[in-house]
């Protein structure tokens, strides 16, 4: 076992059964005229942590573990987007509406594909989520199950939603987690700051958090050993 210094106390992992989820660093919440945008939102708040989550991935590759992207995006059809989330708030241009990275959220249009500075690699497992949670509608579990991952080292956006979300879906199904805080963002950066204090506070009841710079020693300690 690996342990990390983290909060509430230290984290231990193993390689084989350890998986980096980063979720959402799609052009349509990190690019301007995205659905991120279309909301209101700063987005520089959310671009700012790239070189970070990138610096994560290719220490997570360098370990062996297995990676996992998602992105939240719709059906053409928009047949898993419910009214209620279509129809939410006074937004520009609302889900499946054309913008100027193809169809808001759809799968398969630019806005939907992660930003190349942390796209998948061949091989790198893809989930295309309806839900803010990554294990809501997806084979998610099923793909980690045969992959025999039970901790999951978590990075992307946004903090409070889409992050925050899927951390509680997989700790009620039994991983154990850790949030890498700073390859993390929220584009209210109180609403980051709070989000990551209330998953690990009652003990971790939620997960771990760490920065990057806790993981990135590790490298070079598993090097020495061998
Ligand atoms: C949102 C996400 N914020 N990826 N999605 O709608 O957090």
Redesign the pocket.
């Given at each position: 076992m690996i342990t990390v210094d983290a909060l509430p106390y230290p984290f231990h992992f193993d390689p084989e059964s350890t998986a980096i989820v980063s979720?959402?660093m799609q052009r349509d919440?990190i690019e301007p005229g995205g659905?991120?945008a279309t909301l209101g939102n700063d987005i520089r708040q959310v671009a700012a942590i790239v070189p970070t989550v990138a610096a994560l991935l290719s220490w997570g590759r360098a370990l062996g573990l297995t990676i996992v992207h998602t992105r939240?995006a719709h059906l053409p059809d928009l047949s898993d987007c419910p009214t209620a989330k279509r129809m939410r708030g006074n937004p520009k241009i609302r889900i499946g509406d054309p913008g100027p990275m193809g169809r808001l959220l759809v799968r398969g249009e630019p806005g939907s594909q992660i930003i190349p500075q942390v796209a998948p690699l061949p091989g790198e497992l893809v989930v295309d989520k309806p839900g803010?949670g990554a294990f809501y509608g997806t084979t998610l579990g099923s793909m980690l199950e045969a992959h025999g991952i039970h901790r999951l080292i978590v990075c992307?956006?946004?903090t409070e939603?889409?992050?925050q979300t899927t951390l509680r879906e997989a700790n009620d199904r039994g991983y154990e987690c850790l949030l890498v805080e700073d390859a993390a963002a929220s584009y209210f950066p109180d609403y980051h700051a709070q989000t990551v204090e209330m998953l690990r506070s009652q003990g971790g009841i939620v997960c771990w958090t760490a920065p990057l710079k806790n993981l990135l020693p590790i490298t070079a300690e598993l090097e020495a050993r061998t």
């Open positions: 979720i959402d919440f659905f991120g939240e803010k992307g956006v946004t939603v889409c992050v």
